[in-house]
């Protein structure tokens, strides 16, 4: 099931919701695990769909005059 949601934000708005995914990616990539029990596919697949988000917003901003985000959910 694919919903999408609309949300219009400001540059401003747009910039903190990056930093904050930047903040959460890092947050998935450098958390403990051991390194000997193989790939995490949870880990994985988080840090692909923040990445996709992050791409989301990225291109939104890099739009002049954008005036709203699209996000998938």
């Known amino acids: 099931m694919s919903?999408?949601?609309t949300l219009d934000l400001t540059q401003h708005q747009r910039d903190l919701v990056l930093e904050g995914l930047r903040y959460i990616?890092?947050?998935r990539r450098f958390e403990f695990r051991d390194p000997l029990a193989g790939r995490d596919e949870r880990r994985d697949n988080d840090?692909?769909?923040i990445a996709a988000?992050?791409?989301?917003?990225e291109a939104?901003?890099?739009v002049p005059g954008a005036a709203s985000t699209?996000?998938?959910?």
């Open 3 to 5: 919903e999408q949601v």
């Open 25 to 27: 990616r890092s947050s």
């Open 47 to 49: 840090l692909r769909e």
């Open 53 to 57: 988000l992050m791409g989301q917003f």
């Open 60 to 62: 939104a901003a890099a």
């Open 70 to 73: 699209r996000a998938k959910g």
